[in-house]
C-alpha cells in the first residue's frame, strides 16, 4: 500500500497551539460504525458534540483502557563546556546545545538523546546545564559528558548531578512538546501536557487522546459501570519520525517500552470472556494491548498476557484486531502511522470522509486539539 493512499490536506491554521481551556470542552467528533446486511461498510454517519458527552457513549460494562505514562521534561537547554589548557571542562563559555532525551539506554543515567546542532559535539565533550533558555549558573545542576554517537545522529551521554536526577530535571528540563506547536513550552505544559492519571515517569510525548479527560468525568464514568484498565506505554521519538519508504509494509517502528500490569490484564480480560467492549484511549494503549495479546485455547477467546515488554507493533489495514473493539483518539498527522491504525480500525476512505469534515469544521488538530471516537 502507498504512502499516498493516507494523505490529507490540512490548513496550518487548524494545528492546535495550545490546549482547550478546560480538558473536557473540547470538540468529539462521533464516528459510527454501521454495516450493511452484506457485512460492508455504509455511509459514514457523524455527530458533532463535546468531549464531556462521551458519557452518553459510554456504556455500563465497557472497559476503557488507559495509558498511564508520565511525560518527563524532557528538553534541556546548556552549554559546550570549553576545555582549558589541560584539556579539562571548564564551567561555561561554549556554544549553546539543546538536548532532547530520548530514552535510557542501560543501568544508570546513561541516556540516548536528540542533540541540537548535532556537529558540535562528539564523544569526550561535556555539556553543562541551567534553567531553560538561560545562561549556565554557578555550580549547574546538570553535567552531561558524551559518550559515543548513537542512531540517526543521536548522542550516548552520562549524566553526572546532586540529589535525585529526576528532581533536577523537573527544576531545569522543559516540556517536550511536539515540533509542530511553534513556540516555547510553559509552566502551563507541565501540567496541560499530562493526563489527569498519569504515574510511570518515561515518556517523551503525551498520550494526546488522554488529555482530554478529568478527575470528574472518570469518576462519572466508573459510577456509570464503566470499567478502568491502565496500562503503561513510554512514548518515544518515534511519534514524531516520518513514514520515509514509498510502500507501508517496508516501515520500521521504532521500539517502546510498556508493561500490562495484572490488574489491567484481569480487567481486560474479563471484558473479553464475557463478550463485553474494550476501547482503547488512544494509539499507544491500543499497541499496548494488541502487543500483549494471544488466544486461550480455554476461554475461546484473545486475552492479553500481564508483564512488561518492548514492542515495534505496526498496524495498517489489513490487520487482524484481537483486544480492542473501539477506539478513542486525536486527529493524527497526514501519512503518519497513527493514521493508518485508526485506518485499520475502520476503513482508508471513510477516515478520510471523516477527517475531510473534520477540516470543514474546523476541528483542532493534533496533540493540544480535539478528539474522535470511532464507536
Known sequence: MRIEAFDYELPKSLIAQKPAEKRDSSRLLVVHRDK???????DVRIEHRHFFDILEYLKEGDCLVLNDSKVIPARLFGRKAVKDDAGKGAKEGGARVEFLLIKRTGAGDTWEVMVRPGRRLKPGDDVIFSGPGSDIPEGPLLRAHILDFGADGTRIVQFEYEGIFMER???IGSMPLPPYIERPSGDDDKNRYQTVYCREEGSVAAPTAGLHFTEELLETAKAKGVELAYVTLHVGIGTFRPVKVENIEDHHMHFEEYTVPEEAAETINRAKREGRR??????TSTRTVESAAYFD??????????????TGIFIYPGYEWKIIDSLITNFHLPKST???LISALYDREKILEVYEEAVREEYRFFSYGDAMFIE
Open 278 to 283: 474494550v476501547i482503547s484511549v488512544g494509539t
Open 297 to 310: 485455547e480455554a476461554a475461546e477467546c484473545w486475552q492479553v498476557r500481564a508483564g512488561s515488554g518492548s
Open 36 to 42: 450493511k446486511e452484506d457485512g460492508s461498510w455504509a
Open 169 to 171: 530535571l523537573e527544576e
Open 338 to 340: 497513527l493514521l493508518m
